[in-house]
């Protein structure tokens, strides 16, 4: 048995996604043998990153106030909006140079299997942004992971848009991107061509 500030310690790891007891405990006992300096840097880390950063109240890509630095950038199109899983996704299209409108990170995929429906998505939070009269959009990129969940989210996505707004385009990038793996592990240049090629859904 630990003593408790340890188990704690190993309660709280294990919380993490993909860190099981064992592991949890592996990094335990390394963050008690590292300097007192490198374990309260990682804890100052932490600290700061839960108060200073949130979500932007409108597209829910991270952001150190209100709005994320896209949101608030002017020269992108309001009326093009580019659909992603999760904000790590938003740095990787980023890169590719090839996007120059706003997006929305809907903060995971549809997958009934393990609970998660389209109320636990920002779903209703596109629909309205879809249907807002202020930028009416003319065209939504669909660029959730080619997965089978993030497939599955893609035409649950593109039949509600084709409903509320038959005059949107809905798109999804083109095939080349390795089937079955996350965006975020794609390169640029497929990642770039991906999106130039672009079809209907
Ligand atoms: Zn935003």
Same mark, same amino acid.
């Given at each position: ?22 592991t ?52 992108? /199109? ?10 790590? /996704? ?26 998660? /429906? ?47 707004s ?23 240049l497929?990642?770039g ?9």
């Open positions: 048995m630990h003593a408790p500030p340890i188990q704690r310690l190993i309660t709280e790891l294990s919380k993490l996604p993909g860190i099981g007891t064992r949890a405990q592996r990094l335990a006992f390394h963050l008690l043998r590292i300097s007192e300096q490198d374990a309260f840097a990682l804890a100052d880390a932490i600290r700061e990153v839960k108060l200073r950063v949130s979500f932007c109240e409108v597209c829910f890509n991270l952001a150190e106030g209100p709005l994320c630095r896209i949101c608030q950038d002017a020269r992108r /199109d309001p009326e093009l909006i580019c659909v992603v899983e999760e904000p790590v /996704d938003v740095i990787s299209i980023e890169r590719t140079h090839e996007f120059t409108g706003r997006y929305h990170v809907l903060g995971g995929a549809l997958s009934p299997i393990d609970g998660i /429906d389209p109320e636990d998505l920002k779903i209703a939070e596109l629909y309205a942004r879809v249907t807002s009269a202020e930028h009416p959009v003319r065209e939504v990129v669909i660029a959730t992971n080619p997965t089978t969940t993030g497939e599955a989210t893609a035409l649950h996505l593109a039949a509600g848009i084709r409903e509320l038959p005059e949107t385009n809905v798109t999804r990038l083109a095939s080349g991107l390795p089937v079955g793996s996350d965006l975020e592990y794609a390169d640029e497929t990642l061509r991906a999106f130039a090629g672009r079809r209907a859904l």
